[in-house]
């Protein structure tokens, strides 16, 4: 059964890359304190912010205080995930190709836009996590109603199609670096997709919001989980949302294949 | 000899977009690019037996990375067809990925921050290797490499000389039938170039293994290569021994005496084409043929000290090819 | 002199040739000003004190001007080159490393604003209540301009001087972090400063992140009297007089002290 031992092939290379990994940060204890300090404080900064404004105003275009730092919350533990697991190792990807080095991926028994996402787990970024975790719990406690299990499950649904799409967006933007020669730009892109997770969508316009939906769909990662926890979400949007992660899914393959095409053709 | 790397008609040509000098030629370019076509790899064939050991040479540009990512399925071909082990690489099959292995020099694929017997376990997970060969695989290796010295210290630590030697091993510890080694001496001191050509040596020597090795140092070739494959503008100019090009396409010999008395330079030009005159040596540039019958000549005629009878190098060979454009 | 005009000359046609890359890290830096001006805008029409809602959308609209004019990021590279050894290239050179770093920095910014520069002037022609009253005022104007001018001077030194550290920690990059960090709060980026409670503003005012940003933009809406003015122009000055003195001195002393990295 190909399918399932090239899985469990992928699994266990993961697996022993999460080790190394976690070895690797350890060696770094100076680094991994600050930052982790860093990473705190840049959370200390958001909730400085949330309280600054709602010393301004009590609702900010219907989400309370409390919701709002669930939207935080969520976007650190989210986005601490992705960056984790894989942003910043697409991010990598534009150097790796102008340093010659990305051939090693191709070289490698694996599909090269696993392992190019996979290839690193970087501890540092858990920080993010394990801070959204404590913020998430006390938001959650301060709310009237806390969500019930059928909000929890949709909740952790919607998440993980909001990660899928995250990943889509990232892999269809580096796929850029294959068309373009130099893309150092990159990183700003994945700060770019963050910056709005962290605040509730319906502050937009109009027209952006709808782009932000359903053209770059970044309300699926953060927004709508939190429109789920806050009993905001509605039975179509999660329909939507499986289809929205379907669609991007899929382009991030083409536009992954389209760029490794143009990359086997034109690279000397 | 069961062919392992089989190439017909093999081409690539490439689009690339030309600069235009100057403040108003960036302008332009800013607008519209202009494109023009580069023949990288005229088509090309060549077959390549189990446990060869061929180098490729050419002048910068002159196609040999492009042929050897073609056969590393890093690239696709304009035309033409290729296989490697009997298979299509620019497929990049997992059986295919499993059993070859690319070396570039000065590239790393090693973790910076972690020891390099990290890494190698690393490889050894996604290679599928079981445990046991693992293990024999890894034991040979620090024999071949001496990599016992450095082998549990962080790569970012390693002079250049053992991060190249981890390199290989990296390369070389799933024990691939075929192996690209592109320019993996290049910036490294004597000492480890002669280590690393010792190692490729030997790996080709105990296990067969099929190497294409492209270098711009001839000595990589001349000690390794039994074959060589020199190419020029995307072009084979030469395919066969190596002893052979040095005896088709140098016609001469150099015969070197230390003079026991001066001699006028005059009166050596008639035995052959004075290269050195630096009495007491003396070199003389002979055609092939006459080496004997002259060399004898002179020892009757002069008296002499010394005299040595050299091969032209394979220096020698390559600079004529590259600028008579001599070729068979 | 001629020297630096050459080196412009040669950065622009290297960034000329990576065009979009250029034009996508305009966009991207653009972001976090649009989606604070979203936040603040927001709030401003639902709060009775505070600020109207057509200076905060003045003040971010121009902050990500300001912006794409004063930020630096060749304290970051000359970071990672001091850190690899690479910088060693340059001690050979007739040039100053700086100088190099400010002819690339320029050249970029020169090339970036083209667009939104127009953009901004259609604005300002075609519809001239758009933005806050006080920057249709001549004088207004040319006060931001010097501002802006003196924020990126300043900016873009204090880049370099946090980058000198890499001569002494290897954690370098951490510190440029919160350095990054600290710039966002303390320039009145992600909260106009005078949102903040008191104890903070006057926290910041002893930082420099407050006159790469928000200065410029308090001279703009007409939020400084005359002499308050001049008074943080002075202060810019003062702040690069005091960054140049630390590069110097630093770069003396690192170079001193510099293990080229590597072999």
Same mark, same amino acid.
């Given at each position: 059964?190909?399918?399932?031992?090239?899985?469990?092939?992928?699994?266990?290379?993961?697996?022993?890359?999460?080790?190394?990994?976690i070895?690797?940060?350890?060696?770094?204890?100076?680094n991994?304190?600050?930052g982790?300090?860093?990473?705190?404080?840049?959370?200390?900064?958001?909730?400085?912010?949330?309280k600054?404004?709602?010393?301004?105003?009590?609702?900010?275009?219907?989400?309370?205080?409390?919701?709002?730092?669930?939207?935080?919350?969520?976007?650190?533990i989210?986005?601490?995930?992705?960056?984790?697991?894989?942003?910043?190792?697409?991010?990598?990807?534009?150097?790796?190709?102008?340093?010659?080095?990305?051939?090693?991926?191709?070289?490698?028994?694996?599909?090269?836009?696993?392992?190019?996402?996979?290839?690193?787990?970087?501890?540092?970024?858990?920080?993010?996590?394990?801070?959204?975790?404590?913020?998430?719990?006390?938001?959650?406690?301060?709310?009237?109603?806390?969500? $019930?299990?059928?909000?929890?499950?949709?909740?952790?649904?919607?998440?993980?199609?909001?990660?899928?799409?995250?990943?889509?967006?990232?892999?269809?933007?580096?796929?850029?670096?294959?068309?373009?020669?130099?893309?150092?730009?990159?990183?700003?892109?994945?700060?770019?997709?963050?910056?709005?997770?962290?605040?509730?969508?319906?502050?937009?316009?109009?027209?952006?919001?709808?782009?932000?939906?359903?053209?770059?769909?970044?309300?699926?990662?953060?927004?709508?989980?939190?429109?789920?926890?806050?009993?905001?979400?509605?039975?179509?949007?999660?329909?939507? $949302?499986?289809?929205?992660?379907?669609?991007?899914?899929?382009?991030?393959?083409?536009?992954?294949?389209?760029?490794?095409?143009?990359?086997?053709?034109?690279?000397? | 000899?069961?062919?392992?790397? *089989?190439?017909?008609?093999?081409?690539?040509?490439?689009?690339?977009?030309?600069?235009?000098?100057?403040?108003?030629?960036?302008?332009?370019?800013?607008?519209?690019?202009q494109?023009?076509?580069?023949? %990288?790899?005229?088509?090309?064939?060549?077959?390549?037996?189990?446990? *060869?050991?061929?180098?490729? @040479?050419?002048?910068?540009? &002159?196609g040999?990375?492009?042929?050897?990512?073609?056969?590393?399925?890093?690239?696709?071909?304009?035309?033409?067809?290729?296989?490697?082990?009997?298979?299509?690489?620019?497929? !990049?099959?997992?059986? /295919?990925?499993?059993?070859?292995? #690319?070396?570039?020099?000065?590239?790393?694929?090693?973790?910076?921050?972690?020891?390099?017997?990290?890494?190698?376990?690393?490889?050894?997970?996604?290679?599928?290797?079981?445990?046991?060969?693992?293990?024999?695989?890894?034991?040979?290796?620090?024999?071949?490499?001496?990599?016992?010295?450095?082998?549990?210290?962080?790569?970012?630590?390693?002079?250049?000389?053992?991060?190249? !030697?981890?390199?290989?091993?990296a %390369? /070389?510890?799933?024990?691939?039938k075929?192996? /690209?080694?592109?320019?993996?001496?290049?910036?490294?001191?004597?000492?480890?170039?002669?280590?690393i050509?010792?190692?490729?040596?030997?790996?080709?020597?105990?296990?067969?293994?099929?190497?294409?090795?492209?270098?711009?140092?001839?000595?990589?070739?001349? *000690?390794?290569?039994?074959? #060589?494959?020199?190419?020029?503008?995307?072009?084979?100019? /030469?395919?066969?021994?190596?002893?052979?090009? @040095? %005896?088709?396409?140098?016609?001469?010999?150099?015969?070197?005496?230390?003079?026991?008395?001066?001699?006028?330079?005059?009166?050596?030009?008639?035995?052959?084409?004075?290269?050195?005159?630096?009495?007491?040596?003396?070199?003389?540039?002979?055609?092939?043929?006459?080496?004997?019958?002259?060399? %004898?000549?002179?020892?009757?005629?002069?008296?002499?000290?010394?005299?040595?009878?050299?091969?032209?190098s394979? *220096?020698?060979?390559?600079?004529?090819?590259?600028?008579?454009?001599?070729? &068979? | 002199?001629?020297?630096?005009?050459?080196?412009?000359?040669?950065?622009?046609?290297?960034?000329?040739?990576?065009?979009?890359?250029?034009?996508?890290?305009?966009?991207?830096?653009?972001?976090?000003?649009?989606?604070?001006?979203?936040?603040?805008y927001?709030?401003?029409?639902?709060?009775?004190?505070?600020? +109207?809602?057509?200076?905060?959308?003045?003040?971010?609209?121009?902050?990500?001007?300001?912006?794409?004019?004063?930020?630096?990021?060749?304290?970051?590279?000359?970071?990672?080159?001091?850190?690899?050894?690479?910088?060693?290239?340059?001690?050979?050179? +007739?040039?100053?490393?700086?100088?190099?770093?400010?002819?690339?920095?320029?050249?970029?910014?020169?090339?970036?604003?083209?667009?939104?520069?127009?953009?901004?002037?259609?604005?300002?022609?075609?519809? +001239?209540?758009?933005?806050?009253?006080?920057?249709?005022? +001549?004088?207004?104007?040319?006060?931001?301009?010097?501002?802006?001018?003196?924020?990126?001077?300043?900016?873009?030194?204090?880049d370099?001087?946090?980058?000198?550290?890499?001569?002494?920690?290897?954690?370098?990059?951490?510190?440029?972090?919160?350095?990054?960090?600290?710039?966002?709060?303390?320039?009145?980026?992600?909260?106009p400063?005078?949102?903040?409670?008191?104890?903070?503003?006057?926290?910041?005012?002893?930082?420099?992140?407050?006159?790469t940003?928000?200065?410029?933009?308090?001279?703009?809406?007409g939020?400084l009297?005359?002499?308050?003015?001049?008074?943080?122009?002075?202060?810019?000055?003062?702040?690069?007089?005091?960054?140049?003195?630390?590069?110097?001195?630093?770069?003396?002393?690192?170079?001193?002290?510099?293990?080229?990295?590597?072999?």
């Amino acid at each position: 059964m190909p399918f399932l031992d090239n899985s469990l092939h992928l699994a266990r290379v993961w697996l022993a890359i999460v080790r190394v990994s976690i070895i690797r940060e350890m060696e770094f204890r100076a680094n991994f304190i600050l930052g982790l300090v860093r990473q705190i404080a840049w959370l200390g900064i958001f909730i400085l912010m949330i309280k600054t404004v709602f010393a301004n105003t009590t609702s900010l275009a219907g989400w309370g205080q409390n919701e709002v730092l669930i939207i935080l919350s969520l976007s650190r533990i989210i986005e601490g995930f992705l960056n984790t697991v894989f942003s910043r190792n697409v991010a990598e990807v534009p150097q790796m190709i102008q340093a010659g080095t990305f051939d090693f991926i191709l070289t490698k028994p694996m599909p090269a836009q696993l392992y190019a996402s996979f290839r690193r787990f970087k501890v540092d970024s858990l920080a993010n996590v394990v801070a959204g975790i404590v913020l998430l719990i006390y938001a959650l406690t301060q709310l009237p109603t806390l969500p $019930s299990i059928s909000s929890l499950l949709i909740f952790m649904l919607v998440s993980l199609l909001g990660i899928a799409v995250f990943y889509s967006l990232l892999i269809i933007v580096v796929s850029l670096a294959f068309l373009l020669e130099r893309f150092e730009g990159f990183y700003a892109f994945t700060n770019m997709f963050s910056e709005p997770l962290t605040v509730p969508f319906d502050i937009f316009p109009r027209g952006p919001r709808l782009i932000l939906t359903y053209l770059l769909p970044l309300a699926f990662v953060v927004f709508v989980p939190a429109q789920a926890l806050t009993h905001r979400l509605q039975g179509w949007q999660v329909i939507v $949302s499986i289809v929205i992660t379907s669609i991007f899914l899929l382009l991030a393959h083409l536009a992954w294949r389209s760029g490794i095409r143009r990359y086997s053709s034109a690279s000397s | 000899m069961s062919t392992v790397i *089989e190439t017909k008609n093999l081409q690539k040509t490439f689009r690339v977009h030309r600069k235009e000098p100057g403040l108003w030629g960036s302008l332009r370019s800013l607008v519209k690019r202009q494109y023009e076509t580069v023949e %990288a790899v005229k088509p090309t064939s060549l077959s390549i037996s189990k446990g *060869e050991l061929v180098g490729f @040479i050419g002048p910068n540009g &002159a196609g040999k990375t492009t042929t050897l990512k073609m056969l590393s399925g890093l690239l696709h071909p304009s035309a033409g067809t290729a296989t490697v082990l009997g298979q299509v690489p620019w497929q !990049r099959s997992k059986t /295919f990925l499993k059993q070859f292995s #690319l070396v570039m020099g000065q590239k790393n694929q090693l973790w910076w921050d972690l020891p390099l017997y990290d890494s190698l376990l690393l490889q050894r997970d996604i290679y599928e290797m079981p445990k046991n060969d693992f293990e024999e695989s890894l034991d040979e290796l620090k024999k071949l490499l001496d990599l016992d010295e450095f082998l549990k210290i962080q790569v970012r630590k390693l002079s250049l000389g053992q991060r190249m !030697r981890g390199e290989f091993a990296a %390369a /070389f510890i799933y024990r691939p039938k075929v192996l /690209f080694l592109d320019e993996p001496t290049i910036g490294l001191d004597i000492v480890v170039q002669k280590k690393i050509r010792d190692f490729i040596k030997q790996y080709n020597q105990r296990h067969q293994a099929t190497i294409i090795l492209t270098s711009h140092y001839l000595d990589d070739v001349r *000690e390794l290569c039994k074959r #060589l494959i020199i190419i020029d503008h995307g072009q084979i100019m /030469f395919d066969g021994l190596t002893d052979d090009l @040095i %005896a088709k396409h140098v016609n001469h010999k150099s015969i070197i005496l230390t003079l026991g008395q001066a001699v006028p330079k005059e009166d050596l030009v008639q035995y052959g084409q004075v290269i050195k005159y630096d009495l007491p040596t003396v070199e003389l540039r002979v055609p092939r043929t006459k080496t004997s019958t002259q060399a %004898a000549a002179l020892l009757t005629k002069f008296s002499i000290n010394d005299i040595s009878i050299e091969e032209p190098s394979l *220096e020698d060979v390559v600079r004529e090819l590259f600028t008579s454009k001599d070729y &068979a | 002199m001629h020297k630096i005009l050459r080196v412009l000359g040669l950065k622009w046609s290297e960034n000329l040739e990576y065009r979009g890359d250029i034009i996508l890290w305009t966009i991207a830096d653009a972001l976090v000003p649009i989606v604070a001006l979203t936040i603040w805008y927001t709030v401003s029409l639902s709060s009775k004190q505070g600020f +109207p809602p057509q200076e905060i959308l003045t003040y971010y609209i121009f902050a990500i001007f300001v912006r794409a004019i004063t930020t630096a990021w060749g304290g970051y590279f000359l970071a990672g080159e001091i850190l690899k050894g690479e910088i060693v290239k340059y001690l050979v050179r +007739p040039l100053s490393v700086f100088w190099i770093h400010a002819a690339e920095n320029i050249t970029v910014k020169v090339l970036r604003l083209i667009l939104p520069l127009v953009v901004l002037g259609l604005i300002l022609w075609l519809k +001239p209540h758009f933005f806050w009253p006080t920057v249709y005022d +001549p004088r207004t104007i040319a006060f931001f301009a010097i501002s802006t001018i003196l924020a990126a001077i300043l900016l873009f030194i204090f880049d370099m001087v946090s980058a000198m550290l890499a001569f002494w920690l290897e954690d370098v990059m951490q510190i440029r972090e919160y350095q990054s960090m600290l710039y966002e709060i303390a320039s009145g980026t992600l909260i106009p400063l005078a949102f903040l409670p008191h104890f903070a503003q006057k926290l910041f005012n002893f930082l420099p992140f407050k006159y790469t940003l928000s200065t410029p933009l308090e001279i703009l809406l007409g939020r400084l009297s005359p002499f308050e003015i001049w008074q943080q122009l002075g202060i810019q000055l003062i702040w690069i007089t005091v960054c140049t003195t630390a590069i110097t001195v630093l770069w003396k002393k690192g170079l001193k002290i510099y293990a080229v990295p590597g072999q």
